[in-house]
């Protein structure tokens, strides 16, 4: 329950029976879990925040992350193989990926052979350098391969800081867009949370994940202080994802 009469309001707070829809908890195949014990811990400290649901995203990143349906599904199996029947019961996990724009991608996309969040789903992500330079068309490709496109963290993209208006152009084109709890602090720098408090302001959230790689991720979200306002307009984002991407 949320303790509007005291002085501060944690955002873990809001995250009783959430459904994550970002994380790198599969062990051993991206730049989060490093192996089983690490998964087992996450998911444990994880469980702690409230989280019932997991979509683990790892990365697909050409030259970086080569992961396949094969390597994510080997690295889920032998997640479920370590855990008791009891966990098993507590909570659900439906691996899924987050796509990096590149080439490989947009091969995947022609073949219609994405790991989804959810039905039509897909979580997406651009390099923090620039965006693709033919990013409308691959955002219009997916649509009309019949997919649903998800930007991964909106706000941790710096080319976008001073042009505020392009994120509603995303929008306009049928992006959804994720916001990263942690991007709620200034855990990944203070334009990337001023950027954040705008996109919440303007309505143009749709989803909230975790993006939890490691202890420390967790540890900060169990500690992070929202005001008032931005805790309601995180519950609404919050419900939504629930309602969205629920499996129970």
Same mark, same amino acid.
């Given at each position: 329950?949320?303790?509007?009469?005291?002085?501060?309001?944690?955002?873990?707070?809001?995250?009783?029976?959430?459904?994550?829809?970002?994380?790198?908890?599969?062990?051993? &195949?991206?730049?989060?879990?490093?192996?089983?014990?690490?998964?087992?811990?996450?998911?444990?400290?994880?469980?702690?925040?409230?989280?019932?649901?997991?979509?683990?995203?790892?990365? @697909? %990143?050409?030259?970086?992350?080569?992961?396949?349906?094969?390597? @994510?599904? *080997?690295?889920?199996?032998?997640?479920?193989?370590?855990?008791?029947?009891?966990?098993?019961?507590? &909570? /659900?996990?439906?691996?899924?990926?987050?796509? %990096?724009?590149?080439?490989?991608?947009?091969?995947?996309?022609?073949?219609?052979?994405?790991? /989804?969040?959810?039905?039509?789903?897909?979580?997406?992500? %651009?390099?923090?350098?620039?965006? =693709?330079?033919?990013?409308?068309?691959?955002?219009?490709? &997916?649509?009309?391969?019949?997919?649903?496109? $998800?930007?991964?963290? =909106?706000?941790?993209?710096?080319?976008?800081?001073?042009?505020?208006? !392009?994120?509603?152009?995303?929008?306009?084109?049928?992006?959804?867009?994720?916001?990263?709890?942690?991007?709620?602090?200034?855990? !990944?720098?203070?334009? $990337?949370?001023?950027?954040?408090?705008?996109?919440?302001?303007?309505?143009? @959230?749709?989803? $909230?994940?975790?993006? @939890?790689?490691?202890?420390?991720? &967790?540890?900060?979200?169990? *500690?992070?202080?929202?005001?008032?306002?931005?805790?309601?307009?995180?519950?609404?984002?919050?419900?939504?994802?629930?309602?969205?991407?629920? $499996?129970?």
């Amino acid at each position: 329950m949320l303790h509007f009469f005291s002085k501060k309001l944690f955002l873990k707070d809001l995250l009783e029976d959430f459904v994550d829809i970002h994380n790198h908890i599969l062990p051993g &195949i991206d730049d989060g879990a490093k192996n089983i014990k690490d998964s087992l811990s996450l998911i444990k400290k994880m469980k702690g925040l409230g989280i019932k649901q997991f979509i683990p995203t790892p990365h @697909i %990143m050409q030259g970086f992350y080569p992961n396949t349906d094969e390597t @994510i599904g *080997n690295a889920y199996h032998n997640l479920l193989g370590a855990l008791d029947s009891k966990q098993l019961k507590s &909570i /659900t996990l439906n691996p899924a990926a987050e796509y %990096m724009l590149d080439n490989h991608f947009e091969s995947l996309l022609e073949n219609r052979d994405l790991f /989804t969040l959810k039905k039509d789903f897909v979580l997406v992500e %651009m390099s923090y350098l620039q965006a =693709p330079l033919n990013l409308e068309s691959i955002i219009f490709k &997916i649509k009309t391969k019949g997919y649903l496109p $998800v930007l991964a963290h =909106p706000e941790r993209y710096s080319f976008y800081h001073n042009n505020l208006a !392009y994120y509603k152009r995303l929008k306009q084109l049928g992006c959804f867009f994720q916001l990263n709890m942690l991007s709620l602090s200034d855990h !990944y720098g203070k334009k $990337v949370e001023k950027t954040a408090s705008y996109l919440m302001e303007e309505q143009l @959230i749709d989803f $909230v994940g975790t993006d @939890i790689h490691n202890e420390k991720h &967790i540890d900060k979200i169990s *500690n992070l202080i929202v005001n008032k306002k931005t805790s309601e307009n995180l519950n609404e984002i919050i419900k939504n994802t629930n309602r969205t991407f629920s $499996v129970i």
